[in-house]
């Protein structure tokens, strides 16, 4: 599967799609293949508060459990609760599967991110 | 791939999900030849498998296997296994790989109290090939000259499958109908082959250590390491139904007599989560009135078959009655489960 070319990434395998000063984010299909079958997404509140790097939520797969990190620091704006009963998204549409929106309290952090062609060289 | 009992074996082929309901709906191939076997042969070889095993082998008729546990003298396991008797006096164990020199060094120790008999390990003998699911005799019958509808649950016979010698028992570790097909190792690539070719029409799919866990744990089927080893015991288990109350003395015996009598203070019962989130292997339980947790859960998931998340825990017997309710500590977060009914999950006969 491609990486979106306008997406950023974490070396944790999040995405960020960045529209202005909002991001909306997920986790890369690289990050969902080694996961296996997604069963279970925790997501947090509208108004909570990230700091980059920060744990958002929990996604758990069959065999296992992962920490969600945000690659931003920001406000969420939205979350995407459809994830909640259809967490097998996750494995079928990586890179559409958004989990939450934040807004950005420090726009120079995404710009640091990895890139699609870096990122893809660091799954490679 | 990850490493098992000093096997590489793969936890998924298609993913544990497809694979899971491939068995429950038609069938699944699993390569589970890291599985030892250990052999005890001699006149008395009844007399030494009587004395090992807690469960009755007198009963046992040629071709029959039967499900057993091999006990500390606390009456704790050493291992759990499948105990099939070839011939009058020749029987065939079948141990978890882990375990395999630990049972093996116990075994021919304990043996040789009992008479002539004599114990090998045969691992290396045997590959094994578990064909799982509701569609596992119409894939297999083709492949043999060997009547599959003569071989009831529990028995086996020995016969050619794909023209390689083997025997095929019809037992499983999934709750589901089905066959372990024994095979010499050199020509295991040959019969896993020749299966999947004739599963082709049913969507046979091969599958790896993950769905066998979610699977086994939907049938309420204990895993050793997990929901039982050497500090529980086998009435703690809730397992009394393989235990030959009637024999004269078997290893554990005493301390098992004495447990039944006295009751136990803790016992396994399954449970599921009654609101939303996954119970895993190592989170602690706490009940109402216990400051301190009750117990910690010793195998967890989200089945994919019921879509529910169950699991099994040891907890006080005061609170082991289906439909009492306790927390479930899910990294911080207290989670409402209730005990159920064991199994999860029962194949329509």
Redesign the interface.
């Known amino acids: 599967m491609a990486y979106p070319s306008g997406f950023k990434y974490t070396k944790d395998h999040e995405w960020v799609d960045l529209a202005g000063d909002t991001g909306r984010i997920g986790i890369t299909d690289y990050a969902q293949n080694q996961l296996g079958d997604v069963v279970y997404i925790e997501l947090p509140e509208v108004g909570a508060r990230l700091k980059q790097g920060q744990s958002f939520g929990t996604i758990e797969s069959v065999k296992a459990v992962s920490e969600l990190y945000s690659p931003v620091t920001g406000e969420v704006t939205e979350v995407n609760t459809a994830l909640k009963d259809k967490p097998e998204n996750v494995n079928k549409d990586p890179h559409g599967s958004w989990m939450i929106a934040v807004k950005l309290a420090n726009a120079g952090e995404a710009g640091a991110l990895l890139d699609a062609t870096a990122y893809q060289d660091l799954v490679k | 791939m990850v490493s098992f009992a000093g096997w590489e074996m793969p936890?998924?082929y298609s993913?544990?999900?497809?694979e899971h309901l491939a068995v429950r709906e038609r069938a699944g191939l699993f390569d589970v030849s890291h599985m030892g076997e250990i052999e005890i042969a001699g006149k008395d070889a009844l007399a030494a498998v009587q004395r090992i095993s807690s469960n009755d082998a007198s009963k046992l008729q040629i071709g029959q296997a039967q499900y057993s546990g091999l006990m500390t003298t606390k009456g704790t396991f050493v291992d759990d296994l499948l105990i099939y008797r070839l011939a009058p006096s020749h029987f065939l164990l079948v141990v978890n790989a882990g375990n395999i020199e630990k049972d093996y060094a116990y075994i021919a120790g304990e043996i040789r109290a009992a008479g002539d008999a004599v114990a090998v390990d045969a691992s290396s003998r045997y590959a094994l090939l578990a064909l799982q699911g509701p569609k596992g005799a119409d894939v297999l019958q083709p492949l043999t000259g060997v009547d599959l509808e003569h071989i009831r649950y529990y028995r086996s016979a020995h016969g050619e499958v794909a023209g390689v010698r083997c025997t095929i028992s019809r037992t499983g570790y999934t709750g589901e109908d089905g066959f372990e097909v024994f095979v010499p190792p050199q020509s295991a690539d040959r019969v896993w082959q020749a299966i999947l070719e004739s599963g082709k029409p049913f969507d046979v799919i091969p599958c790896g250590l993950?769905a066998r866990d979610?699977l086994r744990l939907e049938a309420g089927m204990r895993l050793y390491g997990n929901d039982i080893d050497e500090t529980t015991t086998v009435l703690e288990a809730d397992l009394g139904w393989i235990v030959g109350w009637n024999k004269e003395d078997f290893l554990g015996a005493g301390a098992l007599r004495a447990q039944k009598a006295n009751g136990t203070a803790r016992k396994i019962v399954g449970f599921e989560l009654l609101e939303?989130?996954?119970a895993?292997s190592g989170y602690q339980v706490h009940v109402a009135g216990r400051s301190s947790a009750a117990g910690t859960i010793t195998s967890g998931?989200?089945t994919?078959f019921l879509k529910k998340a169950i699991g099994m825990v040891y907890l006080p017997v005061e609170h082991t009655t289906p439909g009492t309710e306790f927390d479930v500590d899910i990294?911080g977060r207290q989670t409402r489960a209730a005990v159920v009914p064991m199994p999860f999950y029962k194949r329509a006969k």
């Open positions: 936890v998924e993913g544990i999900i497809a993950g979610t939303r989130g996954i895993r998931t989200q994919p990294r």
